[in-house]
C-alpha cells in the first residue's frame, strides 16, 4: 500500500534561512509525489509534483523538492524563507494500483512551518 | 473557472439533526473527493468518485453517512444524524485530466465548510 511520513509535526525557522519539510515514502510500483500547501482557513493548494525526470522539483512560490530513491524521501526546500511561507504542508502520494483508484493521493499528517521574522 | 465550490461555508447545528454539505466541481473534472479535517486526525479522505460512481467509500465513518453524486457537476455529503464528534472542516476536491487525456493528481480544494454540532 502506499504511503508517506512526515516525521516533524512542527517546523521553525528564521527570516531569510533556508527551510526544508521532510517526507518520506513507501509505493509499490513508480513514485507519483507531491507536496500541498494549507494557509488558514483555505483549503489545501498545490505546490509542485514529482512523475519523473529531474530529481529536483520546482514549484510554485520558490518551492523545490528533491526526490531521492535510495532514501526513498522528497523533502520539500526552499533557500530563503519568509514570514509568508508559514502554514501547514502536506506531503502526497498517488495510489499505485490500476484504473480508477489511480486518481486518489494519500497525505500525510502535515507539518505546521512557522517563519518568524 | 470559479474553482470548487462548496456551500454552505459555515454550519452550526444542534445534535440529532440532519447536515447536507454541497460541492460543486470544476467543469470537466472526472474525480470528486470528499475529505475532513479535524486537530485530532489531520485530513481523513471519507470517499471519492470517478464519473459519478463511488470508487471507495472505506473511509466514511459510519452508517449516519452517505454520500451522492447525481451529475458531473454536483455532489452531497449527508449527515443523518449529526453528533459533536463530528464538527470538523469538510473539503471537497476535484481533479481531472490533462490534454492527452492522462491523468492529472493535482487536485483542486475547495474552501470547506466548517461545520459545528453543538
Known amino acids: 500500500a502506499q504511503s508517506v511520513a512526515q516525521p516533524e509535526d512542527q517546523v521553525n525557522v528564521a527570516e531569510g534561512n533556508p527551510l526544508t519539510v521532510k517526507c518520506t515514502y513507501s509505493v509499490s510500483g513508480n513514485p507519483y509525489l507531491f507536496w500541498y500547501v494549507q494557509y488558514p482557513n483555505r483549503g489545501l493548494q498545490f505546490l509542485l509534483k514529482y512523475i519523473t525526470g529531474d530529481n529536483l522539483v520546482k514549484g510554485s512560490y520558490g518551492f523545490e523538492a528533491e526526490f531521492n530513491k535510495s532514501q526513498t524521501s522528497f523533502h520539500l526546500k526552499k533557500p530563503s524563507a519568509l514570514v509568508s511561507d508559514s502554514a501547514l504542508y502536506f506531503c502526497?502520494?498517488?495510489?499505485?494500483?490500476?484504473?480508477?483508484?489511480?486518481?486518489?493521493?494519500?497525505f500525510g499528517r502535515g507539518t505546521q512551518l512557522t517563519v518568524w521574522p | 473557472d470559479a474553482g470548487v465550490i462548496q456551500s454552505p461555508r459555515h454550519e452550526v447545528t444542534e445534535m440529532g439533526q440532519e447536515v447536507t454539505l454541497r460541492c460543486k466541481p470544476i467543469s470537466g473534472h472526472d474525480y470528486l473527493f470528499w475529505y475532513r479535517q479535524t486537530m485530532m486526525r489531520g485530513l481523513e479522505l471519507l470517499i471519492y468518485f470517478n464519473n459519478n460512481v463511488p470508487i471507495d467509500d472505506s473511509g466514511m465513518p459510519e452508517d449516519r453517512f452517505s454520500a451522492k453524486m447525481p451529475n458531473a457537476s454536483f455532489s452531497t455529503l449527508k449527515i443523518q444524524p449529526s453528533e459533536p464528534r463530528d464538527s470538523a472542516v469538510y473539503f471537497c476536491a476535484s481533479s481531472g485530466r490533462l490534454a492527452g487525456g492522462s491523468l492529472n493528481n493535482e487536485q483542486f480544494f475547495g474552501p470547506g465548510t466548517r461545520l459545528t454540532v453543538l
Open positions: 502526497a502520494v498517488r495510489d499505485g494500483d490500476r484504473g480508477s483508484t489511480l486518481g486518489r493521493l494519500y
